[in-house]
């Protein structure tokens, strides 16, 4: 499979302070890479930096093997990112989907360009006489969307795509990305917090924070406030007052992190747990299947808290979990990670 | 009373007769202001955008210096231009001193921050991400100056209408460069001043009634453009 975009030594800054730290990445063509991570993680500036947006403080942007930067036009044209907040130009749909065909000099059939890319977003042709002001939120999103998947990219960058749209344009926009990868072989790398949807969509699975790539699951960050105790732990309150127990970090880490295998179902009360394990007491709220975990995830909310925890069949045939029941997870506190500073 | 009834209504006479004189000092008026208007918004809309949408050090000392040449005083710039084009001065060889050009020269000194710090505050207005989403669909800079200025086109035509009528009705910079000669560079203002000192209220209320009507097609421009989004 051939590359088509690579970051080599990217380091991103704005007024002194580092927010992207990225030594390597590769994106190979056709592919779907998701981006997940908190907020604040460096997920839009890492796609701005890919889009070429924005120059990095630092590094190297490759686009199918070249160096690339801002406004070259081999690129410009064939790669395109749908920001978080899309602007609409102050004129028609129709104004709005056409804007980058006619800079690409692309002037044939624009009528026919704009229709089809309202129909793949799931728009009506009837939409491209309206102005700006005349759509919904979803129906803003999905014009912007239109537009870029009027030009047929090769490489699609989406940013949070469907945060904050009604049910019906998150479900179309979903499906207009995927036509474009199946019809187009458009590679597609898209910011999300919808994470099962990025585990279900996507051949690989970048986690940031702080500005970094992790390596492994981190569906379960804790931030804390964290406070010592007497055993040698620090532990972090939930809403339901019940404790998060961790080994104390070596530094200043204030980010914790339980790994999805890291629980297990707790033992029946006659046999005695280990000393060092501790337990989580929550609701089952959902279980689920994705393309991209072997194993199923069941939900569990704790408090106010949310934590994904990766079960074996076996370990759903045994403990017959179904939504709505309590569940008592046990985990080590010593295999509890903390994430950089 | 009686002499502003009257010279109201001779002011109709001239205007419908055609008058030849008053109507060579609309002529130049319409002249030397689409003249000064053409020059201030070449140069000051660019110089607006790029004030609007860069960040440079000292920006803020730039504006401020800006916005303080919109109350420049006509007389001001009419007695440096004037100075200029004297032929004492570096541009007196031009011979541009008592002509409809020196004038406009005057009037597009005048304009120019009007169109330099409204524009400026147009684009600024303008929403942050309209520049990532232009560069996402592959526009280049100058396309993505072009598009600006369209986006921004209220806040302009706002600065445009706001220079024309500074221009239209300043007296100074016309009195002291173009010197108020009969047929050649007398203007509206500067004849209603003469003709006002020498008492004849009807010549001076007939141009008054046309800078009236003047603004108003101007503001009626504004509105319809408006109006075409």
Same mark, same amino acid.
């Given at each position: ?25 590769? #994106? ?26 924005? *120059? ?12 690339? !930067? ?70 803003? *999103? ?41 019809? %187009? ?8 917090? @919808?994470?099962? %949807?990025?585990? &279900?969509?996507?051949?690989?699975? #970048? ?18 406030? %964290? ?16 404790? /998060?127990? !961790?080994?104390?970090?070596? $530094? ?6 339980? &790994? ?30 994705? +393309? ?6 069941? @939900?569990? #909310? ?10 074996? &069949? ?18 080590d506190p010593a295999a509890v990670s903390?994430?950089?500073? | ?5 009257? $010279? ?10 055609? &008058? ?11 002249? /030397? ?26 920006k803020r000392s730039l504006r401020m ?9 006509? /007389? ?38 009007? #169109? ?25 800079? =100058? ?6 200025? +369209? ?20 007296? $100074?910079?016309?009195?002291? /460069? =173009?010197?108020?000669?009969? %047929? ?19 010549? =001076? ?25």
């Amino acid at each position: 499979m051939k590359e088509i975009l690579r970051l080599k030594q990217v380091r991103h800054s704005y007024n002194g302070r580092t927010v992207l730290t990225m030594p390597e990445l590769r #994106i190979m063509s056709g592919t779907i890479t998701g981006l997940a991570g908190p907020n604040g993680s460096g997920k839009s500036t890492l796609l701005k930096i890919m889009a070429l947006t924005e *120059r990095c403080s630092s590094g190297t942007v490759y686009f199918n093997g070249s160096a690339v !930067a801002p406004f070259d036009k081999q690129v410009r044209h064939r790669l395109t990112l749908l920001p978080q907040a899309p602007y609409l130009l102050k004129r028609t749909v129709s104004d709005n989907i056409s804007y980058g065909l006619k800079i690409r000099n692309r002037t044939e059939d624009i009528t026919a360009a704009v229709h089809g890319a309202l129909e793949l977003v799931g728009l009506d042709a009837s939409f491209s006489n309206r102005l700006w002001f005349e759509l919904s939120g979803g129906e803003a *999103r999905r014009v912007a969307l239109a537009a870029r998947l009027a030009l047929k990219p090769a490489c699609l960058l989406l940013d949070e795509p469907t945060a904050g749209v009604d049910m019906e344009s998150a479900r179309s926009i979903r499906r207009a990305v995927l036509l474009a990868r199946r019809d %187009w072989g458009t590679t597609l790398v898209i910011a999300s917090h @919808h994470q099962f %949807w990025l585990n &279900d969509i996507c051949e690989e699975l #970048i986690y940031l924070y702080n500005g970094r790539r992790l390596r492994g699951s981190f569906e379960n960050i804790l931030l804390g406030p %964290w406070e010592r105790t007497g055993e040698g732990l620090v532990r972090a309150q939930l809403a339901d007052g019940q404790y /998060v127990y !961790a080994a104390p970090p070596q $530094g200043r880490e204030n980010a914790a992190v339980i &790994d999805t295998g890291g629980f297990a179902p707790a033992r029946p009360q006659k046999e005695p747990a280990a000393r060092t394990i501790r337990e989580l007491r929550g609701t089952v709220t959902g279980i689920f299947q994705d +393309r991209l975990q072997d194993a199923p995830r069941i @939900h569990v #909310i704790c408090g106010d808290h949310l934590f994904v925890v990766a079960a074996s &069949d076996q370990f759903l045939r045994d403990r017959e979990l179904r939504p709505g029941q309590q569940v008592t997870l046990a985990y080590d506190p010593a295999a509890v990670s903390w994430l950089p500073a | 009373m009686d002499f502003l009834i009257s $010279g109201f209504l001779e002011a109709i006479r001239l205007l419908s007769v055609g &008058d030849a004189e008053t109507f060579a000092a609309i002529f130049a008026t319409i002249r /030397v202001a689409g003249l000064s208007m053409s020059v201030s918004l070449l140069i000051g809309i660019p110089l607006g955008y790029l004030l609007g949408y860069l960040d440079f050090p000292g920006k803020r000392s730039l504006r401020m210096v800006v916005d303080t040449l919109l109350s420049l005083p006509t /007389v001001f710039i009419g007695l440096m231009v004037y100075a200029l084009l004297s032929n004492r001065g570096p541009l007196g060889e031009m011979g541009l001193l008592f002509t409809l050009t020196g004038i406009a020269i005057g009037q597009a000194i005048l304009a120019l921050p009007i #169109i330099i710090a409204l524009t400026a505050s147009a684009v600024e207005s303008l929403d942050a991400s309209l520049r990532l989403t232009l560069m996402t669909l592959g526009a280049s800079p =100058g396309r993505i100056f072009l598009t600006s200025i +369209r986006e921004a086109r209220h806040g302009l035509l706002t600065a445009a209408v706001t220079a024309t009528g500074r221009v239209l009705t300043e007296v $100074g910079i016309s009195m002291m /460069v =173009g010197g108020n000669i009969k %047929w050649h560079t007398r203007t509206i203002t500067t004849a209603i001043a003469l003709e006002t000192n020498k008492g004849q209220f009807a010549t =001076g209320i007939a141009l008054g009634l046309v800078l009236l009507a003047l603004a108003f097609g101007v503001n009626l421009s504004l509105s319809l453009l408006r109006r075409r989004g």
